[in-house]
């Protein structure tokens, strides 16, 4: 378990700023995140990886010469917000170009993805490579998780970038090493965040999760712990049955511990790995055996294979080649020198100028951020509940995450009516605070919705009844376009479809506010409950063996959670 | 927990097979341990470093360019064999002579001592150097164990030997950074060893050991777990108070984790301490976060401050020069290329010759041998109850390293025996084993006892009753040569003297064998059991809270046991 911090909603920020006291040689703070403390001679494309902070040394401990550039730090477990991953990217393009490069995860993507979306507004050329490594996530590579292979992919762009490589070449290496890397991963424990009651999952004593992900996602298997020898042969066999195509005869295998899997015991495994990938006729090439993508202290390993071409050509210099981050060194890399830019503090900054509203838009205003008061007060009384609820399905961050984006969104509202601020202006500041430091992916989703719903309502004016209802209509429309879920998919979505057109009809059937979105809060709630029964019926599958294809998130449930506790401030 | 080994008893070698197939870009094995696979440009002075295994990075990830040119391995948390060590040291020297270094544990300075003296009876020069930087384990500096601050001691020592300087050189650096180092540690939890039933220490929930060692030698202090900020405070608060005479205000903080507290952690306790330094008026020069010297997964974390002078000078360039080894690395070390000596086998190689006995002396062998495997079955059995008591006082590996020295005699006695040896080869084979694979304290003095056994019985004619009481009290002056314990120490000398003399006595008195041997047998069990009740009343003290200055080891314990057992079948 995680023992040692301060207030659980410091740990990240008080993580980075340790970070990079120990680390000032090779890195330095940004808002966000790190981007490296030293310049090459000349400027090179830009790598910038990231992810939720957790499993160090992934993501900011590798920035350094040869490797990334920046690392954008979400909150534990939670993907980093478009903000953070925008503001850690400025910072580190040279004006070469940016690669972005990260797991497979559906908030990091998001995430990501508006964030080269700005960038690219701003003239700013940027690829994207996801990683996909983790063979037990899916069977069709592409919709793979991202694991320990991250490393295979930054190192060999992050070499392609020190080398002078353009930006279509940094994306060319890292897709060829994304397509070469293949991990399997094991569990015999979870782990517990910093300050929760309980272990975000459990493994029964004396069993081994098979394909668990790193933030507990369900595996596909489950046996009796392995001897040292057995499980190097489940993970080569299973490694070894997912060649990639054009792969050649020389490997480079990384066993990575998760946590509290120490080096003696990976050691003792490796030596089994090292022989049954010789008996397969293979040539094993620079070896690693440590810790490179944790999960605090979890208790599993992971084996990857970044399978190279039978001579030694690219991606082998590519992989071999110097670099020198806090984490993973190797070699001397030439021709850099430490900056003397001053350390920027990781905090926000100046709050943002706020425009005063009209008088009915004020109270309107003041209006909204009493909800927002209320509904924080909900989710964290329902924090726990909907972190269960998540950990079905997923990696069990929805309620802490949830409860994160509601406090921020209570104090940017709170503070954006107390300086005159009208209702849109409240919600769009609430909209921001939520998505920064909610992280992950209903953290974009929630601000996404909220900036919709506070660009519809606008500074002026008193909005009546079918405004709110247009509002509610293009913040619907916000959250389809931002996160791609269709009503099914067990998402927020289905519930929030059936609140929007449930308002929608009563409002157009001439009830007043109050009614009206009592009712649409009543349909979201249905549609919630469905969504919580399949999933609590997806966790006895699982309890059975069963490998359910249904993913269905917490996301309708606390939807529904938010929309009738607002309801009864609002109207 | 360690989950993960094949039979426990293998795992040392299995874990140095992976090491050394994983690192062949820095080492190869080598009996008993590991030693560089590269070779320097010219020959400098070889630091020999080394300790019981379960402790990784320390000692075998530190061989490499501008570090420790070999590492003896002993078995987990036990000392290397006198053997152990001479093998490395010997494969390391280079004609310039060998600095030894490691954690002042007895078992280790009474090994080390030994292959030291045989190092110098060959002609190479050689020193030592034990570190002790663990302030909470003595008043007295010279009297303190060494834990993290290991590595400040080797790596400023490495550089010395990198950068040329002769033995007296190194001998002087080395020993000013372990007098510039210091630690403090705590422990949240334990660590359980491959195959054990339990875990070889605990600390209650939510409960934090001050100063406890490594191997979980008892602390100073037990209090609730702090903030983070508040164990920064202890740690820094502890060590300021023990700063060394002559040192200045630079200093490089060392933060190590034992195991399952991780790096986000560290971390955030390392903001503090860096914050907490500079209030203190010190500059932080190069500072590390991470894991350097674990116990497994122990839950625990150590704080080590190495004390530079007020300007950049010697011990500053030497602790940031350049290295390249498994686990620590910086810079970038010129003038070393990759050897092509074939890796050796870790194996013993071919077994001693046998001077075969007359016929007396190997009837007499054939009894010996039959003792022995008595003696080891009932170690077998009772392993973990000497486990246990040493726990207590000690590091808790009593139990199994007589069990492995008990199995170890047991197989070569046998081998000797049907091989046609006298009693006196049968007893110096079991002496050799027994010391080769029990390491530790108690190995060394077992080996020493045995020899002197065997050297007095000799391979000629049958040993009649005043020639075993002879050859008793010979064992009996090997045995106060070898460890330095007297009567009243606690040790397995307040066994062994009784035993000694009371067979003398009765020897002399005219009794047969068999009467004199039980006679002697039951005053070591009675002076067994005062240490026993002295370890029971500790352990009650301790558990309330009370700092005992005594330490009884489980010597007079199992050297009992093994007495009452050997005659049932000797005499």
């Known amino acids: 378990m995680t023992r040692l911090f301060n207030d659980p909603d410091d740990f990240a920020a008080e993580m980075t700023t340790g970070l990079a006291a120990a680390s000032a040689r090779w890195l330095r703070a940004v808002p966000g995140g790190v981007v490296r403390s030293t310049e090459a001679d000349g400027p090179t494309v830009s790598l910038v990886v990231g992810g939720g902070s957790g499993h160090y040394p992934a993501f900011a401990g590798l920035v350094g010469p040869g490797l990334a550039h920046g690392a954008a730090m979400g909150n534990l477990f939670a993907?980093?917000?478009?903000?953070?991953?925008?503001?850690?990217?400025?910072?580190?393009?040279?004006?070469?170009?940016?690669?972005?490069?990260?797991?497979?995860?559906?908030?990091?993507?998001?995430?990501?993805?508006?964030?080269?979306?700005?960038?690219?507004?701003?003239?700013?050329?940027?690829?994207t490579v996801v990683v996909t490594d983790d063979v037990s996530s899916a069977a069709d590579p592409a919709l793979r998780r991202g694991i320990a292979g991250d490393l295979c992919v930054f190192k060999v762009a992050g070499a392609a970038c020190e080398a002078g490589h353009d930006l279509d070449g940094v994306e060319r290496v890292a897709r060829l090493a994304n397509e070469r890397t293949r991990s399997l991963g094991v569990a015999f424990d979870g782990c517990t965040l910093p300050g929760a009651g309980s272990p975000l999952f459990t493994v029964p004593d004396g069993r081994m999760a098979v394909g668990l992900g790193i933030h507990g996602e369900p595996g596909i298997d489950e046996t009796d712990v392995p001897t040292a020898a057995g499980l190097a042969e489940l993970l080569v066999r299973g490694l070894l049955a997912e060649r990639p195509a054009g792969a050649g005869d020389r490997v480079v295998p990384i066993l990575n511990g998760l946590g509290s899997v120490k080096y003696e015991e990976l050691y003792v495994v490796y030596g089994a790995v090292h022989r049954l990938l010789g008996e397969a006729g293979l040539t094993v090439v620079d070896p690693e055996v440590g810790e490179f993508c944790t999960s605090f202290d979890m208790a599993g390993a992971s084996l990857t294979l970044l399978w190279l071409d039978d001579a030694p050509g690219e991606l082998e210099r590519l992989w071999t080649a110097p670099c020198d981050t806090p984490a993973f060194r190797r070699g001397a890399v030439a021709g850099h020198h430490g900056t003397t830019a001053a350390p920027q503090d990781t905090a926000a900054g100046a709050p943002a100028a706020v425009l005063e509203g009209s008088p009915g838009s004020r109270a309107c205003g003041a209006r909204v951020a009493a909800a927002f008061d209320a509904v924080a007060a909900v989710l964290d009384a329902e924090a726990d509940r909907l972190g269960r609820l998540d950990r079905v399905a997923g990696d069990g961050d929805h309620g802490i995450g949830m409860q994160r984006g509601g406090r921020a969104a209570r104090e940017a509202a709170a503070d954006a009516a107390a300086r005159g601020a009208g209702a849109g202006t409240v919600l769009r500041h609430a909209a921001d605070a939520w998505g920064d430091r909610a992280g992950g992916t209903s953290g974009a989703i929630w601000a996404a919705l909220l900036d919709a719903l506070g660009t519809a309502l606008g500074d002026t004016g008193t909005p009546d009844t079918a405004a709110v209802a247009a509002a509610v209509r293009a913040a619907e429309r916000a959250v389809a376009a931002a996160g791609g879920a269709a009503v099914g998919d067990k998402t927020m979505v289905d519930a929030l479809v059936p609140f929007a057109t449930v308002l929608d009809e009563r409002v157009g059937a001439g009830e007043d506010l109050p009614v009206a979105w009592a009712d649409a809060a009543d349909a979201a709630g249905r549609a919630a409950e469905d969504t919580a029964r399949l999933t609590a019926r997806l966790g006895r599958a699982r309890a059975h063996g069963e490998r359910s294809v249904g993913t269905p998130d917490p996301g309708a449930v606390s939807f529904a959670l938010v929309v009738r506790t607002a309801g009864e401030h609002l109207c």
Chains 1, 2 share one sequence.
């Open 79 to 127: 993907s980093p917000s478009t903000q953070q991953i925008h503001s850690v990217a400025a910072a580190a393009d040279r004006g070469r170009g940016v690669l972005m490069s990260y797991g497979n995860y559906a908030g990091d993507v998001l995430n990501f993805d508006a964030a080269q979306a700005r960038l690219r507004d701003a003239g700013v050329d940027c690829r």
